[in-house]
């Protein structure tokens, strides 16, 4: 099957600093790739789509200049959180869309613990 | 407006059946999807529904009604390692996934 990769799995930074979280897509190319964000024991939340070649497309609520995503390539989507603050600790996850199938099913990376001290 | 509702929480029994029940309401219908989420971890894809009817996948099985706006996920013999949170998403007419907050379903021994 299809298989993203997320990467890295955990990160504890100091407030202040920037972290960039990396997804690709293996077997695959992901014309679009999507970021969530999720809460303790709360459904994920669509942080913004991610188109290769253009920007990214920000949810209602989420600062595009402090969530910045790059979707260079058809295999690879970053998201770089900058300043981080300890509000913005949380699992983010990202997942793409295998375009060769037709169901259109998301296949998801496994996910990034950032912990902001 | 676009919502998606399914319980909160079930509590089920070793090699028993449950049925997690899925409504939605969405802008135009692409589809129902249900993910599998265990703890710390990013969901799994379990099934897609975009015709009447119920799939049948193994032990899980999941059904569609697009006029009722009803969609269930049922799973049979059930084992320790279901427990998990079941996320149900509906996909709209721009095939963005609408998300229900998933339900923790909890199996006793």
């Known amino acids: 099957g299809a298989v993203v990769s997320q990467h890295p799995s955990r990160v504890i930074c100091k407030s202040g600093t920037s972290v960039k979280i990396e997804c690709r897509s293996l077997d695959f190319q992901a014309t679009t790739m999507f970021w969530y964000r999720q809460f303790p024991k709360k459904s994920l939340m669509l942080m913004a789509t991610?188109?290769?070649?253009?920007?990214?497309?920000?949810e209602q609520g989420v600062e595009k200049d402090k969530f910045l995503i790059n979707h260079a390539s058809l295999t690879l989507s970053t998201l770089t959180v900058t300043s981080a603050h300890p509000e913005d600790s949380s699992f983010y996850i990202c997942s793409a869309r295998d375009g060769g199938r037709e169901t259109g099913e998301l296949f998801f990376g496994e996910g990034s613990r950032l912990t902001v001290l | 407006g676009q919502n998606i509702d399914q319980p909160t929480e079930m509590t089920a029994t070793e090699g028993a059946i449950v049925q997690i029940n899925c409504t939605y309401q969405t802008s135009g219908f692409n589809g129902l999807f249900w993910y599998q989420q265990h703890a710390g971890e990013a969901p799994t894809f379990l099934s897609y529904n975009v015709l009447d009817g119920l799939e049948e996948k193994g032990r899980f099985s999941s059904f569609l009604s697009r006029s009722k706006g009803y969609s269930y996920l049922l799973l049979k013999e059930l084992q320790m390692k279901d427990s998990a949170s079941y996320l149900c998403a509906a996909s709209d007419s721009n095939y963005q996934l609408i998300w229900g907050a998933g339900t923790k379903l909890i199996i006793k021994p």
């Open positions: 991610s188109n290769e070649g253009s920007k990214a497309t920000y």
